[in-house]
């Protein structure tokens, strides 16, 4: 079966790497559902084989949707259309945190993936036209809570963490210790993540690099499918690789 062609405004080389991120969070998400229903016995919290594939993926994921609001911007992508798909991230954000409190009531998702990329999303839209000040910028984010966490303990602030502690506050990421949640990806650092995704995509569109006219052979075609089809992919996988575990879990 031939691949689809990218559509107009989209670009293979983003797309695929966008779903090179998929693919990554797939395995690991089966993993972790597989420690979930007992077939593992692994820390996901605090192994390192997996707290840094975690931040690895999260890291690529932000990083190319930097990426893909650079080309929205030079390609002169209009507020509505934006806001049409600002408002289905934000839409399945909320979903994500309904399903997630049905599974996982006292550790549900209140600021998880989808809930910072929708901030971010809208933030990086406004920051677009910074220029060389989004790396600056995103090297701050980055920092901010090891800087938090440094001007607490050396100059004793102590009611510093007690206001971001506050749970209408967490999602900014100056917290003392992380939320009770099953998916928690604050402003900070994350934010930064995309800022210097889209630092790095104002500067290939400005020297017109090739890699941005990459032209993908058919393992990145199909990845680069994936990558444009990655809100629908990602509401999806979990649900299907929980209920087949499920139907595996009833048949034994």
Request: hydrophobic fraction near 55%; aromatic fraction near 16%.
């Amino acid at each position: 079966m031939p691949v689809p062609p990218a559509p107009a405004g989209r670009l293979d080389a983003i797309d695929a790497l966008r779903g090179l991120a998929m693919v990554w969070m797939t395995v690991y998400h089966f993993c972790f559902d597989l420690n979930h229903f007992g077939y593992l016995k692994q820390s996901f919290n605090t192994d390192p084989l997996w707290t840094w594939q975690r931040t690895a993926i999260v890291s690529l994921f932000l990083f190319t949707a930097g990426l893909g609001q650079a080309t929205a911007v030079a390609r002169g992508q209009s507020w509505p259309r934006f806001w049409r798909r600002w408002a289905q991230v934000a839409a399945c954000a909320m979903l994500v945190s309904i399903g997630s409190w049905w599974m996982f009531p006292a550790s549900y998702i209140f600021f998880g993936v989808l809930h910072g990329l929708a901030v971010m999303l809208l933030i990086a839209r406004l920051s677009a036209g910074w220029g060389p000040w989004l790396w600056g910028l995103g090297a701050l984010a980055i920092a901010m809570p090891s800087i938090a966490s440094w001007i607490h303990s050396t100059l004793g602030w102590v009611d510093f963490y007690s206001f971001f502690d506050q749970k209408a506050l967490q999602g900014v990421g100056l917290v003392s210790r992380k939320p009770v949640t099953e998916d928690y990806v604050p402003l900070l650092p994350w934010l930064g993540v995309m800022w210097w995704g889209l630092a790095c995509g104002n500067r290939l569109h400005r020297s017109q690099a090739p890699w941005l006219r990459w032209q993908p052979g058919r393992l990145g075609q199909k990845l680069a499918v994936l990558g444009r089809w990655s809100l629908s992919y990602y509401m999806l996988h979990q649900p299907v690789m929980i209920g087949v575990l499920m139907a595996v879990a009833a048949l034994k």
